[in-house]
């Protein structure tokens, strides 16, 4: 009997330690400490609880990506998060990424054009980067002349006159900012956290800022609620007003055009250039008859390049920002009315795309008054909400 009790007091013993030694071991692991992230961003950077951005969902109906070798990871997203908001990417401290691209116009900028260092100021209005990810074309800057959005990231860096580190007239090189990062506390952290060493290098800026701008998403429009009860967008939505689906039929179907380039019959056929359900621009477009250049007498023939057409507007109508490369639009029915009759001058425009040139001949669309509010209303539904308050996108500096 006493060996009995021996053993069950053993036993019992040897528990409570194990318990203890297990209750000390956790408490021994503390959350790493990052000082300098701590000081410079407070709550809003947590490295011990990363914030959601490569496990975000999206519709099953959006099937194009463009992510590539370069997909999104919450640390390098993070590091991307802090790059697109810090000025210290400027020259003098003045402007970033997020100063061309702000979060309240669906990042982009209400201005006509943007300002950059030292009365510098940029020669088209800044695209808009929500759903950046989600298109076919992979090329960027309107003019199409990057590549990839990595390649995009760091040409305004390098800019003379929007961040400065041109290497020209006295202006610092590139390669001089890439040393300043290096000499910033909450970069050191940053960097060591997302690639286990504090080396900052071009292809990690790109790398990160690529990931960032690929994660601002916008699938939380009147439009995605009626998508997703339906099979198909050629269905009527059920959420949608009789106006709102009349405006989408339009902008879906195809013109039927007359001997004259003249509408006679159909739809609009925007679809062809901006397809539904991403409303991405065909990488194969050209010209679309907007030709000038912001401030200047000169022709801008190679401009191909669109941002998705999600959140032109903020839910209610108000517009987040001139549309067009030289912003020469500032309504939707203003945008409608340009496409609605283009004349063709081979002389003036020969790269004018086209599918806005029947026949050889400018459109004319003949839209009635009707049909053109039936479309506004329709590109209205496009439009979001989560994109323009989700703490995962906003300044971490604030």
């Not at 400490?33 to 490295?47: H, Q, R, T």
């Not at 099953?60 to 990417?89: E, M, Q």
């Not at 009789?242 to 989408?248: T, V």
Request: proline content about 4%; overall charge neutral.
């Amino acid at each position: 009997m006493k060996n009995i009790v021996l053993v069950l007091f053993t036993i019992c013993f040897l528990v409570i330690i194990a318990a203890s030694c297990s209750k000390s071991d956790i408490q021994s692991t503390p959350e790493l400490s990052y000082p300098a992230i701590k000081a410079a961003f407070g709550e809003n950077i947590d490295l011990n609880n990363l914030i959601n951005y490569s496990g975000q969902i999206k519709p099953a109906y959006i099937l194009k990506d463009n992510t590539g070798s370069n997909p999104i990871t919450n640390a390098k997203a993070t590091l991307g998060r802090v790059l697109f908001y810090d000025k210290s990417l400027s020259v003098n401290n003045s402007i970033s990424c997020s100063s061309c691209h702000k979060q309240e116009f669906a990042f982009s900028d209400s201005a006509l054009v943007s300002s950059g260092i030292l009365g510098g100021r940029t020669t088209r209005h800044s695209m808009r980067l929500v759903n950046s990810r989600f298109a076919s074309e992979k090329k960027f800057f309107w003019d199409e002349r990057a590549a990839s959005l990595e390649i995009q990231t760091t040409q305004p860096m390098m800019d003379h006159s929007e961040m400065g580190f041109s290497g020209q007239n006295g202006r610092p090189a590139f390669s001089t900012l890439l040393t300043k990062l290096q000499g910033i506390a909450y970069y050191n952290e940053l960097f060591k956290f997302a690639y286990n060493d504090l080396n900052v290098t071009e292809s990690r800026l790109q790398e990160c800022l690529a990931q960032f701008i690929r994660s601002i998403q916008s699938f939380d429009s009147k439009y995605d609620v009626g998508r997703a009860l339906v099979t198909n967008d050629n269905q009527n939505f059920s959420n949608f007003t009789a106006e709102e689906n009349s405006g989408k039929s339009l902008f879906l179907t195809p013109a039927v055009i007359g001997e004259n380039s003249s509408r006679i019959g159909g739809g609009v056929g925007c679809n062809a250039c901006h397809n539904a359900p991403e409303f991405d621009i065909d990488p194969n477009s050209r010209n679309n008859g907007i030709i000038g250049v912001i401030n200047s007498t000169n022709r801008d023939l190679t401009v191909t390049r669109a941002p998705s057409l999600r959140d032109l507007t903020r839910v209610g109508g108000r517009v987040n920002s001139p549309m067009m490369h030289t912003g020469a639009n500032r309504s939707l029915r203003a945008v409608i009315n340009h496409y609605n009759t283009i004349s063709l001058n081979q002389n003036q425009n020969p790269n004018l795309d086209a599918r806005l040139a029947p026949n050889r001949i400018g459109q004319d669309l003949n839209l009635t008054e009707t049909e053109i509010s039936a479309l506004v209303a329709f590109l209205q539904t496009l439009s979001g909400t989560n994109v323009y308050i989700d703490k995962k996108w906003s300044n971490p500096f604030l």
